[in-house]
Each structure stands twice: as structure tokens, then as C-alpha cells.
């Protein structure tokens, strides 16, 4: 076959393994696998020619979609509704004076006039959840906090873009710029963005529920095909497409929906396989020879990013909130820069923005160090804070979930404590309402299939099936601990499957 | 955000849920949905103007990759090695005469020249039995048919890009050619094109067991990487890139795999994605004043292929086989063209081979055709023959795989007959082994989460755990149908779930 398609295919094969073999070691290090991923393009630059920034853009644009989507249907609404004021509190005021600060710094430091500093502020303000999960692997992190650093990461992306699009327009055509019809703008953007994304989560929801298919695959493809749309609804008509993304990917993943966990497992592969495809791309667009040539403005204003601007932003936006001082600090360390601001730095080079390679390059140092340094620290900052709470016990097993679609039953993991009131039960003889089902106890990193005769022990990681609206109340049940060690004991509930495998 | 992302982005969200939607009228009306996959793309064709010959190739041999990794992930290894001579004959000889054939006829009919009508008829060679099982839906048919066909289909893709690039080599350069050599030149590319599927096959498999990846979104990505490396180092090497993928497939589908599920259930979405995105372009790249202007000779070529070419090659394919008449008529009916066809015909295109344009709109006419007359005829056909083997009843619920990863165990589908030996036993009265477990029974269309004291009834869909080496003892087992009325009975197996899934 001719080498133009034999050439691009083996180069794809090869980004793919590669990426995907790479992230042991990210994750043995302890550094978000983007770094690696990153690097990879960069190295890739000295055998291949690659300066098309527009595909560029198109393809981050696409693959923020995708994780925006996939983050969105993995986020349990409940836990972001607790935090849901602080959040975009932090999404909205909290990036604009980080940009703020960072931009008058930048001002000063680098060779920039005004409205190109701010500008660098700007593209740099959203932060990037899934870079920061994906380094707890394991860890179980207070509740409230990872709730927080969630949501503000899920919302904070449109923010950034706002303001991107904004100074940039402003660059454009000086002169012309009106404050009032800005905030007017701010909030057409995102309140439109609000409704579209509600609008089409409740068409993707009744429509797949309804449609029945001929092929399970499909209905993958169509809830992609309901991701994108939003956006492209809600860009049409001027608001901002990732916030109505992620609206409408909370709103499908918090609905009984038929055929979700092969939605869910086809949207994890495709944001996963953009990512590597994104970062290596906007590596490969990243000049080596270029990119040293900023080392030290680079480094100057991540540090500036990571421990000026950042915190001051936390701080000042959470005045009035519930968080404490050492929350407080952890929510500010735990600011990771990741693919938002990369593929924002495409923008200026597109419109062809003076010094816009300068920023491209500072950019690619801040998301670079920022996710080293943080990345790599975040683990014992969380320890020393104490807000570790201790290693989720995944099992070793790769137990995939049983959905049941349209029906009320669902499976859940459950562990039961160390000095569980159940040990050496019979499992007939448990108090269980009859349509409960312990289907699988994982113990000693063996799978069991037990019947009625089959005794439970502390610690074993069971899986049951049983309605949903019984989880809370079989969650507990299982979780009880002996009456007169009550205080040695440790009541662990742990999530089900699903949302574990998220990082 | 700029026009040049907004638009792509939301024409492919338009393209995709409309292809997914229109899904449901085709299997309604009883034809390959890539009728309406074309047809839409045709339509676009008023508004947008798509030429770029080269990028459809591109996508549609990714396209191939993809669908062929995913029909070998499903495809059971024991169905297909009891037929295996006959299918390989069919894709091999078969091929050849049928392709020999329709090109003689297309040299008398069409104003080509010999070598050209040669190339039309190899263009045309293989057969696409996704868009025949698509068809059957939810019936059964005799399954060594069934197998023959999906086996056939699997390997008789190589066989055309060979004669197609053969072909057009030849006539590139005229007078070079060395029969001998050519002869050479085929078992080079399938033998070592086997020989790197086997390679890189069980290279994935130990990987993907054996690497333990932070995510389970990761896994998928890594065996599609896997995939795409068989197609470009069989390439590189000069072998036959998709059968390196095919057998590959077959061998990683066959074996315990972690994630096994996540992987099926991403390559699944992503199969039916990238046809819907081949069809639409192969859609666009055809122009209806230029198609219609070989109304007369496209569907002449389809009837000689359907009723006169095919059938030849069947039938003297299988002189020596043990297949009937009436199989040996199915098996000739069951050849819908699909999309190996569509693709193979742009290489004239790309190539500027003199009459390409004729063959590519020849090519488009014979497929659509095909798939139209085919299509909507297979069902009554396979009755009228007697090879149909009712109705499969898929339980109305979307139950979705729990896969157990490394474990010894997986979950299986199984309906108790009609008159089931065990009506009325409770679950708990069972001869069953200790490690098996029914862990779900769909009654009447409701799911009934069993105990020990649950009951038994004929025509149950159980879904039952067990160690995979426990399956066919435990298949027979409730199947069983009571003594005195076993005339009466019907003993229907069903296979596991992800089988049935499949189209």
C-alpha cells in the first residue's frame, strides 16, 4: 500500500502504545503523564515537520470536548452540589485575578505591552482537575475538598476562554472596547451556555433511552454526537460551548441511562487516546531551539503563577467561605495547569498576535513545571495538610460493572471494615432484603463466587446487586462494625466501581 | 470561538447523531445502513465542496483497520476453524473468479480496456458480512452458514487491495510484469502478513495482562495502538496490513484479555463511528450529475455480479466442499458488497489511472445496489431455503457484560427451553457446582434478582457466573428439557451475551 497511508497509520500506532506504555512510569513517578506526553512530540520535532496550527487547535478543541464530557459523566452531582457556591466562585472571580496578578507581573518582567500581558494571565487561569486526580491515584482525599477542586475545574475552562477571546478581540480592534456590553457579554455566554447545555442533556437522555438501536455500539457514538452538538449549538448562537459540554454531561451522568457503562467506557478510551493524541500534537508544534530560548522568563512566571497569583486568587475569592487556612493552602497548590492552557496559547498564533510565540512558550513552561512541581508534591502536601485519609483499597482484579440499563438495579462495590459485625456470617443468614444479590467477594486478591453457605470475613471487598434506591441503606449495613470495638474499628464506605476507575 | 472550529465540530456532531438516528430506519426497512450513510453524505454534497480523494482514503483505510480489529475481537475461533478450508478457498479463489469474471463481462459492456475492466472487477471482490449480519438482526441462521460467511468476509478483504494494487501496477508499468513473480509476491503478503498478526497479537495480549495501567480508559487505546502496529509494520514489510489485523484480532479476541469488555465495547462505538464518517465522505466525494450518468452500466454491473459472477465463484469454489445446493445459493446471496469496495475504488482516483472516475461511480452503483436487493431479500431468502432458525431472544434489557478480567470467570447468557427440566426447582435444589452463581433471571421482560429460594421456569434468560471452563457442562445442564415431552421441546442454546450484540 502507498506510504502516504501506511506512514501516518504506523505513526499513530506508534503515538498510541507509546502513550499508553509511557504512563506506568508517569504514574511510578508521580507526574501528570502529559509532562511524558509532551515530551514525546517534542522529540518527535526532530524527525517530523509540523507547524499546522490551525489542525492544531481544531483537534484540542475536539479532545477538550471529549474530557470535558467524560468528566462531566463521571461526576457524582450530589457531592458538587455541596460546593457548588464556593466553585464557581472559584471558576469565575477566583481565574480572573489569577490572570489578573499574573498578568501585571508579566508586565513588568517579560518585554510585553499591557493587553499582551494580560492576555498570557488569561490563558493560564483554568485549571485542570483530571491532571490532579490522576496523581492521587489511589488516595482517598477529604471529600469536600476533592468536590471543590472538581467542580472548579470542570466550570473554570470557559472563564479562561472568555477572557482569551475577549483580550485578544480587544488587540484586534483597540478603541473599540465597552466595558458594559463585556459583562453583558460574560453573562450571555455563560447563562445561554447554562440552557443549551440543559436543553440538549434532556434531549441526549430521552432520545437514547428511547430510541433502541439495533447495535449496543451505537449509542456511544450518538451521545458524542449530543456532546458536540452543545457546543457547536451553543457557539453558534455566541456562548460558550465547554460550559454547556460539561452542563450537559452532569445532566446525562446523573440519569438512569440505558447502555452508560458502554458509553462510559467508549468516551474514557476516546478522551484518553485525544489526550495523548492533543499533547503530543502541541508538542510536536513546540520549537525546542524556540522553547530554551524562555527558560527563565518560563520558570519566572510559573513560579509567580504558583505561588503569588494562585494563592492570592484562592484566598481572596474564598473570604467569605467555609474553608479553612490549611484548605485554603491545599486548594491553591492543588491549581494544576494542564491542556486548557496549551491549546489557549494556539490562539494568539493563529490570529497572528505579536510576540505570540513568546507566549506560546511561556505557557508550555508553566503547564510543564507547574504540573512537576505540583504534580509531584501534591501526595505529601495532602499528607502533611492531613487530609490523606488513607489508600482506597482497590481490588486487585479488573472487575468491570454489570449496568442494567433501564432498570433499578445496579452493582456496587462495598469493603467491609476491619473488625466487620459480619465476620464469619453466612451469608443466608444476613439481614438482606431478598432482591440483594453478593455476587462476587474479592479476599486475599481472589474472587470468590459465593452462595448461600459462604462466610463473609472482615475486609472482604464484596460486590452486590441490588436497587439502587437500597445503596445507602445496604452501604451501611455492610459497613457495621463490632458493638464493643466500636472505636478500633474503622467504618470505610467506598464507592462504587465506576466512579473509582476515574482519575 | 472562531468559525473555522465551530463549523467542523458541529457538521460532525450533525453527521453523527443523524447517522445514528437513521440506524433505525434502515434496520425498519430491512437494508444496510450504509445505503442512508452514503446517501446522506450525497446530500451534503449540495452544500459542502469536498474533493480531497487522498484524506478519504486516509480515513477509510483507519476506517477498515478498525472495523476488521473489531469484527476479529468478537469472532469465536472454534465456530470458524470447523470451516475454515471452505472460507479460505472462498476468500482466495473465490475472489479471483469472481473478480475475473465480472471484469471479462465488464471489458464486453463498459467502453474499458482489459487491464481497466480487470481492476473493476478486483475493486469489487470482497464481501462485507457486517452489513449481512446487520440484516439478520435478531434471527438465527444455520450456523455453519453463518460462520462460513463471517469467516469468508474476515479474509477475503486481502485478497482484493492485492489484485487492486497489482492491477493498477501493471498498469502503471506495462510490459514489467512477471507472472511468477506475482505468484511470489500473494503468499509473501498474506503467509508473513499471518505471521505478523500472530506476532503482534500475542505481544498485546501479554502487554495488555501484564502492564497494570492507572486507568482502565487506557487499556482500549492501547490495543487499538496494537492494531493499527500490525496494519503498519505488515505494511512496511510488504505484507497485507489488514490481514495482519484481522488475525491479530481473532488471536486477542480468543484469549483471556483485562478489560477484555472496556476494550469491546470502545472498538464497538468507535467501528460504527468511523463507518458512519467513511460512508458520509465516500458520500461526498461522489457528485449525483456525474453518478447518474452511469445509472445503466452500474446496475447492469450489479446484476452480472449478483446472478452470474458470484454465484460461478461459489460454486466452483466449492465443488469439492460438503455444501449443498440450496447453502451453496445462500452463500452466493449472502455476498453484499460493502465498504472494502468504496474504498478500493478511490485508488484509481489517487493513482489517475484513465477512466477512474467511471469505476469509482461503477463501483458506488454495485454497492448501493447490492446492498439494496441483497439487503432487503437476504431474510426471505434464508427462510425460503430453510436456514432460518427463528427468532434469538435478546432479553429487552440492556444487560451489559461483567467482565472478570484475569480471573478464571465470566458471566453467560443461557434461556431454559420450553419445557425446561427444571420448572419449578428452586435455585438452591440445583446439582450445581459451589462456584456457580445465577445471578440474574429476565422473566417476562422484568428482572428478578434470585436467591436459593427463588424458582425456576421454562423460557427463563439467566445470566449465570461461572469459570469459563464450566460453560458447556453448565450450558447442557439447563437445557435440559423434561423427560417424557422431549419431542415436544426445544433445546435452544443461546450464546453469551457480547455474541448476540454483534452485527
Same mark, same amino acid.
Given at each position: ?10 505513526? !499513530? ?16 513517578? %508521580? ?10 512530540? /517534542? ?23 471529549? #474530557?470535558?464530557? @467524560? ?31 499574573? %498578568? ?14 494580560? $492576555? ?47 483580550? /485578544? ?24 451556555? !447554562? ?22 455500539? $451505537? ?18 448562537? %455566541?456562548? &460558550? ?29 476516546? +478522551? ?35 505561588? #503569588? ?30 491542556? !486548557?492552557?496549551?491549546?489557549? +496559547? ?28 505540583? %504534580? ?46 459480619? @465476620?464469619?456470617?453466612? #451469608? ?29 470475613? &472482615? ?21 457495621? !462494625? ?8 474503622? &467504618? ?12
Amino acid at each position: 500500500m502507498d506510504v502516504y497511508i501506511t506512514q501516518p497509520i504506523l505513526l !499513530v500506532a506508534i503515538v498510541l502504545v507509546l502513550g499508553v506504555v509511557i504512563t506506568r512510569f508517569s504514574s511510578k513517578l %508521580g507526574f501528570p503523564s502529559l509532562v511524558l506526553f509532551i515530551i514525546i512530540g /517534542i522529540l518527535l520535532n526532530q524527525v517530523i515537520y509540523y507547524d499546522d496550527v490551525e489542525t492544531t487547535q481544531l483537534i484540542g478543541m475536539i479532545a477538550l470536548i471529549i #474530557i470535558l464530557f @467524560e468528566g462531566g459523566l463521571q461526576t457524582n452531582i450530589t457531592a458538587i452540589k455541596k460546593v457548588a457556591v464556593p466553585a464557581v466562585l472559584l471558576a469565575t472571580i477566583g481565574v480572573l485575578l489569577t490572570s489578573l496578578i499574573l %498578568g501585571v507581573f508579566a508586565y513588568f518582567i517579560l518585554d510585553l505591552n499591557l493587553m499582551t500581558s494580560m $492576555l498570557l494571565g488569561a490563558i493560564v487561569g483554568s485549571t485542570d482537575a483530571a491532571a490532579v486526580f490522576a496523581v492521587f491515584g489511589s488516595k482517598n482525599i477529604k471529600e469536600k475538598l476533592s468536590s471543590t477542586i472538581e467542580a472548579e475545574s470542570g466550570t473554570n475552562d470557559p472563564m479562561a476562554v472568555f477572557l482569551t477571546v475577549t483580550i /485578544i478581540s480587544i488587540i484586534e480592534m483597540p478603541g473599540e472596547t465597552n466595558v458594559f456590553l463585556l459583562i453583558l457579554s460574560f453573562f450571555w455566554q455563560m447563562g445561554i451556555a !447554562v440552557l443549551v447545555g440543559i436543553i440538549i442533556g434532556r434531549l441526549a437522555v430521552y432520545v437514547i433511552n428511547r430510541i433502541d438501536l439495533e447495535a449496543s455500539g $451505537l449509542y456511544p457514538v450518538l451521545s458524542l454526537g449530543f456532546a458536540m452538538l452543545s457546543f457547536g449549538v451553543a457557539e453558534v448562537i %455566541g456562548a &460558550s460551548g465547554l460550559l454547556a459540554v460539561y452542563i450537559m454531561a452532569l445532566l446525562m451522568g446523573n440519569r438512569p441511562l440505558t447502555y452508560k457503562h458502554s458509553i462510559l467506557r467508549f468516551n474514557e478510551g476516546l +478522551a484518553w487516546m485525544m489526550q495523548i493524541i492533543m499533547f503530543i500534537m502541541l508538542g510536536l508544534l513546540a520549537f525546542p531551539d524556540e522553547l530554551f530560548n524562555y527558560t527563565i522568563q518560563g520558570i519566572l512566571m510559573a513560579l509567580i503563577l504558583i505561588f #503569588i497569583a494562585r494563592p492570592i486568587g484562592v484566598f481572596l475569592t474564598l473570604i467569605a467561605s467555609k474553608y479553612d487556612f490549611k484548605e485554603k493552602v491545599f486548594i491553591s497548590w492543588a491549581g494544576l495547569r494542564g491542556s !486548557v492552557p496549551i491549546v489557549l +496559547a494556539t490562539y494568539p498564533l493563529v490570529s497572528g498576535i505579536e510576540n505570540g510565540y513568546l507566549i506560546f512558550n511561556v505557557v508550555f513552561f508553566i503547564v510543564i513545571f507547574s504540573a512537576l512541581l505540583q %504534580g509531584s508534591t501534591i501526595t505529601p502536601v495532602a499528607r502533611w495538610l492531613g487530609f490523606d485519609e488513607g489508600e482506597t483499597d482497590t481490588p486487585a482484579y479488573s472487575v468491570e460493572l454489570l449496568a442494567l440499563g433501564q432498570t433499578q438495579n445496579d452493582i456496587y462495590g462495598i469493603e467491609l471494615p476491619v473488625q466487620s459485625a459480619h @465476620e464469619n456470617a453466612k #451469608i443466608k443468614d444476613l439481614d438482606l432484603p431478598p432482591d440483594i444479590l453478593v455476587i462476587a467477594i474479592i479476599r486475599d486478591e481472589e474472587l470468590i463466587t459465593p452462595n448461600g453457605e459462604t462466610v463473609m470475613h &472482615s475486609e472482604d471487598f464484596i460486590y452486590v446487586m441490588m436497587p439502587r434506591k437500597l445503596r445507602e441503606r445496604t452501604e451501611a449495613y455492610f459497613s457495621k !462494625v463490632k458493638e464493643k470495638e466500636n472505636k478500633g474499628g474503622k &467504618s470505610k464506605r467506598t464507592e462504587p466501581h465506576a466512579d473509582e476507575e476515574k482519575t
